[in-house]
T-cell receptor
Framework: KAGVTQTPRYLIKTRGQQVTLSCSPISGHRSVSWYQQTPGQGLQFLFEYFSETQRNKGNFPGRFSGRQFSNSRSEMNVSTLELGDSALYLC??????????????FGSGTQLSVL | DQQVKQNSPSLSVQEGRISILNCDYTNSMFDYFLWYKKYPAEGPTFLISISSIKDKNEDGRFTVFLNKSAKHLSLHIVPSQPGDSAVYFCAASGNRRSQGNLIFGKGTKLSVKP
C-alpha cells in the first residue's frame, strides 16, 4: 500500500506570494490533517478534513486554508506569504472508523522556504 | 500554554543501554497518547501508543508507561541501538470528533552512541 504522498517536496517562494501544497492520503483513508513544523517547535495542528468537510481548525490566521476533494486528496493554501511561514508542512491521514483511537500516518512533508 | 511538554530537548545514551524519554501533559481530558519518531527530512513515523485505560503498553524494545495521576508518560527503549537516533515526539488526543488533531510536544532528540 502506498503511503501518504506530498508534493512538491521543496518549495521556494518570496514574501507576498501564495502557495498551494498537495497531499494524497493512503488509499481508503478518509481523514487528512495538516501540521506545521518549525525549528525548535513541535508539530502544530493546522486543520483536519473528513469527507470533504473541515472538521477542526488550529490557531492559524485566515491566510492558511485548505480543502479536501471527493477522492480524499487534500490541498492547503497559504496566501500573502510571510517569512515566518517558512516551515515543514506535514500531511497525515487516517481511516477514522469513529469511536476508536487511530494513529496518523504522515507524509514526508513539503519544505517551504519564504525569502 | 503548552499542553504537552517534553522538557528534555536532547538525550544521549550508550548503545545497549536503556533510553527513557519523558512527557508531561496538563489536560486531563486527553485519553490517548502516542509516540512518533522522526528522522531529518522525513515525516514522523508512529512508534507506539497507549490508551488512558492502561498504564503500560509494550511492543518489542519499546514500552510506554502512563501515570495518569501525575499526568506523565515515558517511553523506554531497551536495548538502545544507533538506528534509534532520531527526534521523538510525544502526542496526545482527547477529541473523539477530531482524531486528526493531535497535540504534540516539541520533541526530544535521542542520540545513541556506538
Amino acid at each position: 500500500k502506498a503511503g501518504v504522498t506530498q508534493t512538491p517536496r521543496y518549495l521556494i517562494k518570496t514574501r507576498g506570494q501564495q502557495v498551494t501544497l498537495s497531499c494524497s492520503p493512503i488509499s481508503g483513508h478518509r481523514s487528512v490533517s495538516w501540521y506545521q513544523q518549525t525549528p525548535g517547535q513541535g508539530l502544530q495542528f493546522l486543520f483536519e478534513y473528513f469527507s470533504e468537510t473541515q472538521r477542526n481548525k488550529g490557531n492559524f490566521p485566515g491566510r492558511f486554508s485548505g480543502r479536501q476533494f471527493s477522492n480524499s486528496r487534500s490541498e492547503m493554501n497559504v496566501s500573502t506569504l510571510e517569512l515566518g511561514d517558512s516551515a515543514l508542512y506535514l500531511c497525515a491521514s487516517s481511516f477514522q472508523t469513529g469511536g476508536t483511537n487511530e494513529k496518523l500516518f504522515f507524509g514526508s512533508g513539503t519544505q517551504l522556504s519564504v525569502l | 500554554d503548552q499542553q504537552v511538554k517534553q522538557n528534555s530537548p536532547s538525550l544521549s545514551v550508550q548503545e545497549g543501554r536503556i533510553s527513557i524519554l519523558n512527557c508531561d501533559y496538563t489536560n486531563s481530558m486527553f485519553d490517548y497518547f502516542l509516540w512518533y519518531k522522526k528522522y531529518p527530512a522525513e515525516g514522523p513515523t508512529f512508534l507506539i501508543s497507549i490508551s488512558s485505560i492502561k498504564d503500560k503498553n509494550e511492543d518489542g524494545r519499546f514500552t510506554v508507561f502512563l501515570n495518569k495521576s501525575a499526568k506523565h508518560l515515558s517511553l523506554h527503549i531497551v536495548p538502545s541501538q544507533p538506528g534509534d537516533s532520531a527526534v521523538y515526539f510525544c502526542a496526545a488526543s482527547g477529541n473523539r470528533r477530531s482524531q486528526g488533531n493531535l497535540i504534540f510536544g516539541k520533541g526530544t532528540k535521542l542520540s545513541v552512541k556506538p
